[in-house]
């Protein structure tokens, strides 16, 4: 792998009230990578974003980005870092308008000088948005609500964009638009992160692949082995 290394996990631990959700987590996203982190629901797969974006506190090990140490860091510097989380559920200010929230997720320093072109940028991936510009966030659907919210990532600038299972409560069609945004993002040059129960598309998209069970690392390797592994067909994909 020639690009440098974007994201850097070393033995992350986290635990709730004595239990433990991820346990000795390691991974790394190169540059330019579209990785995948799949696994079943209560895998640890949002303690692994969470934590990676300074929202739980982890218990041990490092995260870096860059090469330097985000360990510990607020979120906030986090993402003035360049690192981006489209969030399970939105979190959108419902009582603000599309544009007033996209307008938020450029107020970073990083972001604040060509806060004009992402958004006219955000605009052009999103017509929908553009349509939508004045009404309040809390009144779209679905669909439109995860659009807004990954739109909102973008206009942080980031260098990398974690997605926290962004199909979830999606219908299979607006999965497939999902899915689409993600990889028309990649092609855009963002290093993404995705976490996902849906194994087969996530795989089919990604570059790399890790298999997360009970807060570890089962498996990882490149995407098409892993769609071919008879353990992966049996437990994820419905195959025998």
């Not at 995860?146 to 206009?155: D, N, V």
């Not at 290093?191 to 890790?210: D, F, I, M, P, W």
Request: aromatic residues 4%.
């Amino acid at each position: 792998m020639g690009d440098p290394v974007l994201l850097s996990i070393d033995g992350l631990c986290v635990a709730y009230d004595g239990s433990n959700a991820l346990t000795g987590v390691s991974l790394q996203v190169h540059r330019g990578e579209l990785i995948c982190v799949v696994g079943a629901n209560g895998a640890g797969k949002t303690s692994l974003i969470r934590s990676i974006a300074g929202i739980v506190r982890s218990s041990s090990g490092i995260v870096k980005m860059n090469g330097v140490d985000i360990s510990g860091l607020p979120p906030w510097d986090v993402c003035e870092r360049g690192l981006a989380q489209v969030a399970e559920g939105r979190q959108l200010f419902g009582n603000l308008s599309v544009e007033e929230n996209l307008q938020l997720g450029g107020s970073l320093e990083r972001a604040r000088a060509s806060r004009h072109e992402t958004l006219e940028f955000v605009y052009r991936l999103f017509g929908r948005l553009r349509e939508r510009r004045r009404q309040l966030a809390g009144t779209l659907s679905g669909g439109e609500q995860q659009m807004l919210a990954i739109g909102r990532a973008i206009m942080s600038k980031p260098e990398i964009v974690m997605f926290d299972e962004p199909s979830i409560g999606l219908s299979p069609a607006l999965t497939d638009v999902m899915f689409g945004v993600v990889k028309a993002l990649h092609e855009q040059g963002i290093t993404v992160l995705l976490v996902e129960q849906n194994v087969a598309k996530s795989l089919a998209l990604s570059n790399r692949g890790y298999v997360l069970e009970s807060g570890s690392i089962v498996l990882h390797g490149p995407s098409r082995e892993l769609l071919n592994n008879p353990e992966i067909q049996r437990a994820y994909l419905g195959m025998s």
